[in-house]
């Protein structure tokens, strides 16, 4: 289509110069050019001697076929969809462009769904991509055709601005060769890898994964909970994912500089002061304190469990930080 529109544009240029030199006006040049390749022909505005007439003759026979040729593609184009594709790609790119700090899904099978609905559920930016356009299809939000062990299809979904991303395809081959890529092109990046093969997790984590997940393993646990404390499972399913109650479980990094820094649990009121109440202490090596007493010390770069409200843990991140405009919950 490009292509045959700049032909016709050289064409209309070309006519238009013609007539010019046979003595009309750019207007009306430009005019008797339109009206000859469209076929309407209203009037001659010149002389028809032997130049006219050749001129006309030779716009007549390439003219009006490069805009018959060039109104086929267009409406060919636009009856099988294509151009609304491309409109639709491209508006997908912009929104892309525009995202920061979001989710990159890889894969959008049963797993892929399931973890996007969660996080579009809890207001977060989720790009998925898929080599299955039939799937990509059906994806409400932004969503990319390609393959996803490709770096340049990570690149176009924005790694180098993604907060994490999740390898949820249907072979551990694919997700390690997912997570290895990913790892390369931003070592900084949070990389969550689904495992099919109980062997395949530690190799998930050496290639760079930083938590892996065997979706079956965990389907196990789950329903032994139900089985064993049906009230305790429903409960943590209810304030993680739900949303019908109004608590809800988050956390929250102590940053450097924090007021909470360097003070025990009592000394910071923190209950009083912001109503979160605090389940467990993780620090910087991953180790967990749960049920923390009153006299543990907080420090810098520790991540606190807490449960409340939302506007509770929003007042527990403003706290954790210096500089409240900079506070960050997950």
Aim: charged share 20%.
């Amino acid at each position: 289509m490009r292509i045959s529109a700049l032909v016709l544009g050289l064409v209309i240029v070309a006519g238009t110069v013609a007539y010019m030199v046979l003595g009309l006006g750019a207007l009306d040049a430009l005019y008797q050019t339109i009206t000859t390749i469209s076929t309407v022909g209203f009037r001659e505005y010149g002389e028809p001697d032997a130049a006219w007439k050749v001129t006309t003759l030779v716009l007549i026979l390439v003219g009006v076929g490069v805009a018959l040729y060039t109104l086929g593609l267009f409406l060919e184009t636009l009856v099988e969809g294509r151009l609304t594709d491309r409109l639709e790609r491209r508006r997908t790119t912009r929104r892309i462009a525009a995202m920061e700090d979001h989710v990159i899904v890889c894969g959008w099978g049963r797993v892929g769904r399931t973890i996007a609905a969660h996080l579009q559920g809890a207001a977060v930016d989720v790009i998925v991509v898929d080599n299955d356009p039939a799937r990509v299809a059906l994806v409400d939000g932004p969503a990319l055709e390609g393959d996803a062990t490709d770096d340049d299809v990570l690149r176009a979904a924005g790694i180098d601005r993604a907060a994490t991303l999740i390898a949820a395809l249907a072979t551990d081959a694919d997700n390690l060769y997912i997570t290895l890529s990913a790892r390369a092109l931003r070592p900084d990046l949070f990389i969550v890898a689904r495992a099919r093969l109980e062997s395949a997790e530690p190799k998930l984590s050496q290639a760079g994964a930083n938590r892996v997940v065997n979706p079956q393993k965990i389907g196990g646990a789950r329903m032994a909970a139900l089985a064993v404390q049906p009230g305790v499972a429903d409960f943590l399913d209810v304030v993680m994912h739900d949303g019908s109650l109004e608590f809800r479980l988050g956390e929250v990094r102590l940053q450097p500089g924090s007021a909470l820094a360097g003070r025990t649990l009592r000394e910071t009121q923190i209950r009083d002061r912001t109503g979160a109440l605090i389940l467990a202490v993780r620090d910087e090596h991953g180790a967990f304190l749960t049920n923390p007493s009153p006299e543990v010390v907080l420090c810098a770069d520790q991540t606190l469990i807490a449960i409340g409200t939302e506007v509770q843990l929003k007042a527990l991140s403003a706290a954790s930080v210096p500089d409240a405009g900079h506070a960050t919950t997950r």
